[in-house]
């Protein structure tokens, strides 16, 4: 049974650049959690997909923005990067009505 | 504001030191209490779901406990590979999860 999956593993870009993250649930989950965490601290929510729709957001930016596509998987974009995005990005899963996320290996941006 | 609160922020025990993590919060409506674990450069690893007070949940070494305004970690005897980030968060009425910034555990040999 595969976990939580997250592509790629690392990524460098520089200021003002757009990126892509991708994730993929753990088989059985229909929602979706992304998540920033820097170094040295705890995850802080980014926004939430549950039926291809965001259900609910931390306090980023609209720079941050996701998508939710039919099979459950997800993309988080962020554009006009800055220095201060460069952070490990985990994207986390959950069934529907159930609390409990599972976690993904992580992104790791680093923002030139 | 939801909060949530890990203390001590670093631990050092030696092997078979038991202690005590402990994290406190402030949420409106309240679904759940997790804990997990993290190893350095990775994802965090489920440990424990806790929804009401009252309720301790145990595997291995661990023991999480949950009352209306704190949850404690036990940890019984622990091992060197113990020695990892434990992470606590919460599940708000709003679908919002909110994390604490951690406490440092190292297990000495």
């Known amino acids: 049974d595969a976990g939580v999956t997250q592509s790629p593993t690392h990524l460098i870009k520089t200021r003002g650049q757009q990126v892509t993250l991708r994730c993929s649930p753990k088989?059985?989950?229909?929602?979706v959690s992304w998540y920033q965490q820097a170094l040295g601290q705890g995850p802080q929510f980014i926004f939430q997909?549950?039926?291809?729709?965001?259900?609910q957001r931390g306090n980023f930016p609209d720079r941050f923005s996701g998508h939710q596509f039919p099979n459950y998987s997800s993309e988080l974009n962020v554009n006009a990067l800055l220095l201060g995005d460069s952070a490990l990005y985990l994207c986390?899963?959950?069934?529907?009505?159930?609390?409990?996320?599972?976690f993904g290996p992580g992104t790791r941006l680093l923002v030139l | 504001e939801d909060q949530v609160t890990q203390s001590p922020e670093a631990l050092r025990l030696q092997e078979g030191e038991s202690s005590s993590l402990n994290c406190s919060y402030t949420?409106?409506?309240?679904?759940?209490l997790f804990w997990y674990r993290q190893d350095p450069g990775k994802g965090p690893e489920f440990l424990f779901t806790?929804?009401?007070a009252g309720e301790e949940k145990e595997k291995e070494r661990l023991k999480a406990t949950l009352t209306k305004k704190e949850s404690f970690l036990h940890i019984t005897a622990p091992k060197p590979e113990d020695s990892a980030t434990y992470l606590c968060?919460?599940?708000?009425?709003?679908?919002?999860?909110?994390f604490g910034t951690g406490t440092r555990l190292k297990v000495l040999a």
């Open positions: 986390a899963s959950s069934q529907t009505m159930e609390e409990t996320q599972y």
């Open positions: 088989s059985g989950h229909d929602t």
């Open positions: 997909y549950y039926e291809e729709e965001e259900r």
């Open positions: 949420v409106s409506g309240l679904r759940g």
């Open positions: 806790l929804y009401s």
């Open positions: 968060a919460v599940s708000t009425g709003t679908y919002k999860y909110i």
